[in-house]
């Protein structure tokens, strides 16, 4: 058998938008994988490369013939296999001649229904030159792309237009056929510095020859040297980078070849709102900008340039060019916006559509201000100062700078309301009320801010949940899963008490017309349950303790999150836990199969054994310091006392049959344990635990 060799695979393309490339990069490397095992080629490691040109793939180590495919076939039961005269039946006849072999050859399978016919067909090892090419295919086909392009007049559609082909396995380039082109044993270097072809004679050798070629083909070597040098320039200039890791991986998927440079902008727009300038540096020429050394904005910034120019200063003096443009564009709806005051925009919110049927921006924020008078003492923020920041937050929608840099919306409102001379805590909750915007955004740090993006989040998601307009599957087109998830971020970070079902009603109830069914207030809260679950287990909570606790429906995420962190902490530090969970597990299993009445009182009199004596004596110590307990919420304490029922309710399933044939001793000894049972329950449904 012939020795492993390494694979090559690389699609050559128009530049990949530099979102797409890490998620592309990761599902072909896992693609290929999934691929080689399902042919039956063993492999090593795969590295993985990806840049605005190229996707590609080098697979140590991989096997020249596949392993033998062994296939079960299964054919009818054993039952009908012979007559009454024990000869093979028709059925089991044929069975064994689409097999290719006589009927006494076949096997016998022991399966759930029974024994069956089967055959075990091993297929012949093939070689892998023969299968890599329809595996290369099958992987481009597979490959997760969120949009598709078509070029020239074929059918084929790709993420961009692909150029070449490359699939070698060792020396032997394989003949792969895609997008009418056909693989070649040659890559191509960077677009202006060496556009001919590469010639790569084995894959070991690929990453070295393109960089021969001026093209960085490791996306993390890539991201780690322009982090170096941006680190080192801005060092020599005596200047702060603001590089946060999305504009790094963003920088390195538009560079094959990284240059860094530095650029400059006139002082006199340092006087426009810092978070314009910087919106306008990162999100639209994707440059870095700089603070110097008294964490002020710095009129510099660094950019990556993908090619090393003899004439740097050319390429400073386009970028700055540019930037200056973009810039002046930003002073002047500054200078344009603050002479109309965020309150003589308001009235003309209301030729602004909302969206079809939840009114104008007008009316939404009508709706908010009655909303964040409701919210405010939970936040402990005064009701009339969030009210007039509930009536301006959306004013700003209506500015220039804001219709040019959507990005700014919420923010510029904050600066506008403070030139208007409103209060700092209104400026403040306008400035904060859209955070967080996304995963990896901040809170709003200030309650006033929380309060009304709360406020605004709910208002949002109930008044698209009235009009059907719910997430489905992977569409979201309203952002509803970030809008819930950014309540709860809230909430839990800033420790707030709010009460979903509450604010859900309140929400409902602010609309007019009135949209306050039942059935949307349920789909709501059901919505926020799948968005908790979520949640929770990415704080890393296990799954089953997730469930145990929101089957008991707690409307408020922090209560929630305590009752968690409680039962979390109960079982993996009590030693007890495990045996007190599948206690009360059997516990609700005998209550579960025996009606009985719901008030029905224990009554002490009716006690046969000392047992029944000694549970509820030590039930009657305990229970007013575990009702006190709960209403504190100080759950992992009430755990500590329930956990010391253990001894004594195993006592009395030893001394005593409580499903007893006396009706009067089961109800009162059923009675006794529901007392028990609704204490856990107030936590959480134990039952519901998977244990360690």
């Known amino acids: 058998m012939s020795a492993p060799e390494d694979l090559l695979l690389e699609l050559g393309c128009e530049e990949l938008p530099a979102r797409e490339q890490m998620p592309l990069r990761d599902a072909a490397a896992e693609g290929i994988a999934r691929l080689l095992e399902e042919a039956g080629l063993q492999y090593g490691s795969i590295h993985s490369y990806v840049t605005p040109r190229r996707l590609a793939l080098w697979i140590r180590d991989v096997s020249r013939q596949s392993l033998p495919q062994e296939t079960l076939r299964r054919g009818p039961p054993m039952a009908r296999a012979r007559d009454a005269q024990g000869k093979p039946t028709a059925a089991a006849e044929g069975f064994a001649r689409s ?38 295919s099958k992987l481009v086909a597979g490959l997760p792309l969120r949009k598709r392009m078509r070029w020239g007049t074929r059918s084929d559609h790709f993420l961009r237009p692909v150029r070449w082909l490359l699939l070698r396995q060792g020396r032997q380039v394989l003949d792969w056929n895609l997008f009418g082109l056909c693989s070649g044993g040659e890559s191509f270097g960077h677009r202006v510095h060496h556009p001919q072809a590469v010639h790569i004679a084995t894959p070991a050798d690929y990453a070295a020859s393109l960089h021969q070629a001026q093209v960085m083909v490791d996306f993390a070597e890539r991201r780690t040297h322009i982090d170096r040098k941006i680190a080192a320039l801005a060092e020599e200039m005596a200047v702060m980078p603001i590089l946060p890791a999305s504009l790094l991986d963003e920088i390195t998927g538009l560079n094959e070849w990284p240059v860094v440079l530095g650029g400059s902008f006139a ?27 008294h964490h002020r904005l710095a009129p510099h910034y660094l950019f990556v340039a993908n ?23 930003a002073a002047f709806f500054w200078d344009q916006d603050r002479q109309v005051s965020l309150r003589t925009r308001r009235e003309a919110l209301a030729g602004v559509l ?30 009339a100062i969030m009210a007039r920041a509930a009536e301006l ?83 979201d087109p309203f952002a509803l899963r970030r809008a819930a998830l950014g309540v709860l971020r809230i909430v839990l970070d800033g420790q707030i008490p709010l009460n979903l079902d509450a604010a859900i009603r309140s929400t409902l109830a602010a609309y007019r017309p009135a949209v306050a069914h039942s059935e949307t207030r349920t789909a709501v809260l059901d919505f926020f349950q799948d968005r908790m679950r979520v949640y929770f287990r990415e704080e890393g909570f ?7 606790v929101l089957s008991r429906q707690p409307y408020e995420p922090l209560d ?103 009706p009067v001793l089961r109800q009162n000894r059923l009675a006794l344990l529901a007392q028990i049972q609704e204490a856990f329950l107030h936590i959480a449904d134990f039952s519901l635990l998977q244990g360690n």
Request: charged content about 25%; proline content about 5%; glycine content about 8%.
């Open 99 to 136: 097999c290719g072999i006589r009927f006494d050859d076949l096997l016998t399978l022991e399966t759930d229904k029974g024994p069956i016919l089967a055959w075990r067909e091993v297929g012949a090892t093939q070689d892998s030159h023969g299968l890599l090419p329809e595996i290369a």
């Open 267 to 293: 002082e006199d727009y340092l006087r426009v709102p810092e978070e314009a300038l910087i919106t306008v540096m990162m999100q639209h020429q994707r440059y870095v900008p700089l603070r110097d050394g």
């Open 307 to 329: 090619l090393h120019s003899q004439n740097a200063q050319m390429v400073i003096s386009g970028n700055n060019r540019v930037l200056r443009a973009r810039l002046a564009d």
């Open 354 to 383: 909302f969206q079809d049927g939840l009114g104008s921006l007008l009316d939404k924020t009508l709706r908010l201000r009655t909303l964040v008078t409701t919210f405010a003492p939970l936040f402990a923020v005064d009701a």
């Open 393 to 475: 937050c959306k004013s700003d929608l209506l500015s220039g700078l804001v219709g040019e840099f959507p990005e700014l919306q919420g923010v510029m409102g904050g600066h506008y309301a403070e030139h208007d001379g409103e209060q700092a805590q209104v400026a403040t909750a306008i400035a904060q009320h859209y955070l967080p915007a996304g995963r990896d955004d901040t809170i709003p740090a200030d309650p006033h801010g929380q309060c009304l993006a709360v406020a605004d989040k709910l208002d949002t998601l109930c008044g698209f949940f009235a009009i059907g307009k719910i997430p489905t599957g992977d569409r």
């Open 542 to 548: 296990r799954p089953d303790q997730i469930t145990a």
């Open 560 to 662: 929630a999150r305590q009752r968690l962190e409680a039962l979390a902490r109960f079982q993996a530090g009590h030693a007890a836990a495990e045996a007190l969970a599948a206690l009360i597990k059997r516990v609700n299993n005998l209550l579960r199969k025996e009606t009985r009445s719901s008030d029905c009182p224990v009554d002490p009199g009716h006690f046969t054994d000392p047992a029944e004596t000694a549970l509820w004596e030590h039930w009657q110590a305990l229970e007013q310091p575990v009702r006190a307990q709960l209403a504190e919420r100080r759950y992992a304490a009430t755990l500590d006392l329930l956990a010391g029922l253990r001894p004594v309710v195993d006592q009395l399933f030893d001394a005593v049959m409580v499903l007893d044939e006396n």
